[in-house]
T-cell receptor
Framework: DSGVTQTPKHLITATGQRVTLRCSPRSGDLSVYWYQQSLDQGLQFLIQYYNGEERAKGNILERFSAQQFPDLHSELNLSSLELGDSALYFC?????????????FGSGTRLTVV | AQKVTQAQTEISVVEKEDVTLDCVYETRDTTYYLFWYKQPPSGELVFLIRRNSFDEQNEISGRYSWNFQKSTSSFNFTITASQVVDSAVYFCALISSTGRRALTFGSGTRLQVQP
């Protein structure tokens, strides 16, 4: 168990719908990162939050948004879903705002859009 | 811009063979970190090693070893006496001390170890 908890593990939804993925970071970690792993794009960085504030943005679509709450858990919201959004979504956490010893990844949420 | 290239898409070996997974990286930064992650069939990403750009010492951990060569911008990973449990996708990744502070991953190498 990495200490980073992602829920749900699996999600199947229809095109056009909206879903929320949840991530609880490892105890003591202030940074949360979201990554998407798809067959055509590989592993891509989406967004980072540190202590409740957005810190870095990657290749995140406008239909996607995220936030980090006061208890440091984070949610990734995906709306107007398309077939191409089907992917494995990983959350990772670290103590510092900038990488120190590396990330600890959660086990991922597998999203299937049908 | 940063880039990580894993030219080997898939490698198949027979158990007990040694296998080397190649990783070539590009970055303009002088301070950076290189990583290897393992993704078994269950899907999670398992951290294997982190190496900073100032430490070119090779590292050995059991059957795993890593060869970091700045001169060729490579960070190769060798599994000695491979086992079926080593079957997984292996990712090399890079993060620099400036910029987005996010991991740039290679496309991964799928390793199949046959019994």
């Amino acid at each position: 168990d990495s200490g980073v908890t992602q829920t749900p593990k699996h999600l199947i939804t229809a095109t056009g719908q909206r879903v929320t993925l949840r991530c609880s970071p490892r105890s003591g970690d202030l940074s949360v990162y979201w990554y998407q792993q798809s067959l055509d794009q590989g592993l891509q960085f989406l967004i980072q939050y540190y202590n409740g504030e957005e810190r870095a943005k990657g290749n995140i679509l406008e239909r996607f948004s995220a936030q980090q709450f006061p208890d440091l858990h984070s949610e990734l919201n995906l709306s107007s879903l398309e077939l191409g959004d089907s992917a494995l979504y990983f959350c990772a956490s670290s103590v510092a705002e900038f990488l120190d010893d590396g990330y600890t990844f959660g086990s991922g949420t597998r999203l299937t859009v049908v | 811009a940063q880039k990580v290239t894993q030219a080997q898409t898939e490698i198949s070996v027979v158990e007990k063979e040694d296998v080397t997974l190649d990783c070539v990286y590009e970055t303009r930064d002088t301070t950076y970190y290189l990583f290897w992650y393992k993704q078994p069939p269950s899907g999670e990403l398992v951290f294997l090693i982190r190496r900073n750009s100032f430490d070119e010492q090779n590292e050995i951990s059991g059957r795993y070893s890593w060869n970091f060569q700045k001169s060729t911008s490579s960070f190769n990973f060798t599994i000695t006496a491979s086992q079926v449990v080593d079957s997984a996708v292996y990712f090399c990744a890079l993060i620099s001390s400036t910029g987005r502070r996010a991991l740039t991953f290679g496309s991964g190498t799928r390793l199949q170890v046959q019994p």
